[in-house]
């Protein structure tokens, strides 16, 4: 391993000033993007993720290909980094993980950006900005969301936290109410008011069912999950992802459709139950980056580690126009040989219903209006059950919280939440038997079955 | 810096072990990047031309090109 060593305590003494270094502290960075009025939660740093048991590799390019002063996790006891230990090093490795945290000068004097296009047989499979992860509350939750830097590192956070999580809230408000921007249609953002539970549970019977998915594992591939949202404090997660960047959610697909599959039986204050299985087995996989893209790749290394973690229900709320994938269908038919079930959502562009969900070993599902007819966006054809798909109030980051989308997206947690409660009802009930339960207990629509399948989803 | 190759998605019977197969395609110019041992796939960069090359391997049933997948901004009321 050939490593250009750092001076620990040089930084102290001549280090650079700048707020994006290795070693600057949350607080240096949270004061800088107040300044520059950013909202793009971007530190200014970056991660470089070293591609599969390229680790070495990585650390050879970064300090002998590039030149940096590199600090190593596995110098510090137990692994565990306060950041201003690393002195002037211009990248922080976790070999562990095989991810370095590079300074924002370091990257930029050195073509390391998140735009910069990397060579095919580079040992660094790729380079994201980091983002500032918040937190509410106890420094065991941020230790459990870190996982590696003890919160000795973020000396006096809450303060800064607070006060840019106001003005995030007030950025964000201005520019839906008075700022000329409007909100987004069929996404409006608010508080609820009223005590119950939304709209798509009770048609889908689920508040007066006796199941809550107990242990089931429900795999989301999406967009990641917002790891600090209070009303999955305590629950049962795993994460991977599969894009190069955290979990943590930054676009909001993939919270709500995690709320909507996984949401607490009853969430804090006046907001209305909104999930499914409340005690399910969380299994967060962000296949899709915070921009909301992705690759067939991604999203199929996302598959693998659903079925490899054996999740009886695995939710994809992704997809694209065209006829099926030979990929995707093979995948499909690997998880139902294992018991497992895929459930995919079959799109919005009032045409015939993309990849993956037009696999036939994937359960393909359309949306419904809250008077359970067909929305006019869901796509249709092959179609084998129908959820609610217009005005789903669900989780989404903080410190919104709670938002309202529409979409396939959105019909396709609510049978995957359905799913996890039918499995708990038997062992056995897995795979296909599983599917067809859900198609033979939905409930009957008047409308053709290319465009509601079997009917609506219900719980046990 | 070298641009970035073709990625392709290649799926396999499941009959023949994953690894032996990547070692075929290896030898026709495929750069393996990820063996997906739970869904017999593999994925991977090359050239244009190796699609046909690949399809000769034994054990393969598809060679396809990846394709981006789109959900919408952030935000967005226009998503999948």
């Not at chain 1, 003494?13 to 600057?24: F, Q």
């Not at chain 1, 993007?33 to 939660?41: I, K, M, P, T």
């Not at chain 1, 950025?171 to 700022?179: E, F, N």
């Not at chain 1, 996984?262 to 921009?291: E, H, Q």
């Amino acid at each position: 391993m050939v490593k250009k060593r750092a001076s620990r305590s040089r930084a102290a003494r001549t280090g650079p000033s700048g707020p994006d270094r290795t070693s600057s502290s949350i607080d240096e960075m949270l004061l800088a993007a107040l300044e520059r009025g950013d909202d793009s939660f971007q530190t200014g740093r970056y991660l470089a993720t070293f591609k599969e048991g390229a680790t070495d590799a990585g650390i050879k390019a970064l300090s002998s290909v590039r030149g940096m002063r590199l600090a190593d996790a596995r110098d510090f006891s137990r692994q565990s980094v306060r950041m201003q230990d690393v002195g002037d090093a211009d990248a922080l490795v976790f070999p562990e993980i095989g991810v370095a945290l590079v300074g924002g000068d370091a990257a930029a004097t050195r073509g390391l950006t998140a735009t910069a296009e990397i060579a095919a047989d580079s040992a660094i499979e790729s380079i994201d900005p980091e983002y500032f992860v918040f937190i509410d509350g106890t420094e065991e939750q941020f230790r459990r969301i870190s996982g590696i830097i003890t919160p000795a590192a973020v000396a006096s956070p809450g303060d800064y936290l607070r006060g840019f999580m106001r003005a995030a809230e007030t950025i964000t408000a201005d520019l839906y109410r008075g700022g000329g921007i409007p909100a987004p249609v069929g996404d409006t953002e608010e508080e609820a008011l009223v005590l119950g539970a939304t709209w798509g549970l009770v048609a889908c019977r689920v508040p007066t069912s006796s199941r809550s998915g107990n242990g089931i594992r429900v795999a989301v591939l999406d967009t990641g999950m917002d790891l600090g949202h209070l009303d999955f404090a305590g629950r049962a997660l795993t994460t991977a992802s599969f894009v190069g960047q955290p979990v943590q959610d930054l676009h909001s697909h993939g919270t709500h459709c995690i709320g909507t599959a996984c949401g607490p039986l009853a969430p804090a204050g006046t907001t209305p139950r909104y999930g499914v299985g409340y005690r399910t087995a969380i299994f967060a996989g962000k296949v899709l980056s915070n921009s909301g893209s992705s690759v067939g790749g991604s999203v199929l290394a996302g598959m693998n580690w659903a079925i490899a973690n054996r999740c009886p229900v695995i939710s994809m709320s992704v997809g694209g126009p065209g006829g099926p994938q030979p990929y995707y269908t093979a995948a499909g038919q690997a998880a139902l040989n294992n018991g497992l079930l895929i459930i995919a959502a079959a799109g919005n562009a009032a045409s015939p219903t993309g990849a993956p969900a037009n696999s036939p070993t994937i359960m393909s599902v359309a949306a419904v209006t809250e008077t359970l007819v067909p929305a006019s966006f869901s796509n249709f054809g092959k179609i084998e059950i129908s959820g609610p798909g217009t005005n789903v109030f669900s989780s989404v980051p903080r410190p919104t919280r709670y938002g309202f989308k529409s979409g396939t997206s959105m019909a396709t947690p609510h049978v995957a939440g359905c799913a996890a409660l039918w499995a708990e009802t038997s062992p056995s009930l897995r795979g296909l038997l599983l599917w067809r339960r859900l198609q033979s207990t939905a409930r009957p629509l008047p409308f053709p079955a290319s465009r509601v399948g079997s009917g609506l989803v219900q719980a046990p | 810096m070298a641009k970035t190759a073709t990625t392709w998605v290649v799926t396999t019977s499941g009959d023949r072990p994953l690894d032996d197969i990547a070692a075929d395609l290896r030898k026709r110019g495929f750069k393996v990047k990820k063996v997906l041992r739970e869904i017999n796939s593999i994925t991977g960069t090359g050239g244009a031309d190796l699609a046909a090359k690949a399809r000769q391997v034994s054990g393969v049933t598809d060679v396809s090109p990846d394709v981006p997948i789109e959900i919408g901004p952030p935000n967005s009321s226009d998503t999948w």
